[in-house]
């Protein structure tokens, strides 16, 4: 237990290092440009991700991947991206916790308005569903 949480510690402080200087290259690219190089950072990441924990041949490469990876997402998710408990987002001095601290300051995503539904009433909502176990054999 001890080793592993000394690997993830070594991990995740390389990565607080690498991260924001593939940000860095990456931040003058468009869009779909770093949504591409995130996506291709996948890749590598699912082929030689247990490389990261194992080591072996990949290790580079696959810590490469991740960094530029995570880096590339921070840069076009709206709200950055968290892993191991770090966040990485657009802003370089952010003091957020995690992606979830930037909800209030995204931009909305469309400028369509849509109708929320109004809440039915509980016992609809109950009576709906026992309904629904009584149908599919499922009621306990």
């Known amino acids: 237990m001890r080793g592993e949480n000394t690997q993830r510690m070594v ?5 607080r290092l690498a991260v924001p200087m593939h940000m860095a290259e990456l ?4 869009p779909s440009h770093r949504a591409e190089i995130a ?3 996948a890749t590598v990441i699912g082929s030689h991700g247990d ?4 080591g072996g041949k990949h290790c580079r490469e696959a810590f490469n991947a991740l960094a530029r ?3 590339a997402a921070a840069l076009t998710v709206p709200g950055g991206v968290d892993f191991l408990g770090a966040h990485w987002c657009t802003d370089p001095w952010c003091r957020a916790k995690n992606r979830f601290d930037h909800a209030d300051d995204e931009p909305p995503t469309t400028t369509q308005q849509t109708d929320i539904p109004a809440q039915r009433p509980f016992e609809d909502v109950i009576r709906d569903l026992a309904d629904y176990l009584n149908t599919t054999g499922d009621a306990a």
Do not use: I, K, N
């Not at 991990?11 to 990565?15: S, V």
């Not at 931040?27 to 468009?30: A, H, T």
């Not at 490389?51 to 194992?54: K, W």
């Open 11 to 15: 991990l995740l402080e390389t990565l």
């Open 27 to 30: 931040r003058p690219l468009e």
């Open 39 to 41: 996506s291709r950072c």
């Open 51 to 54: 490389a990261l924990q194992f």
């Open 69 to 71: 990876g995570l880096a």
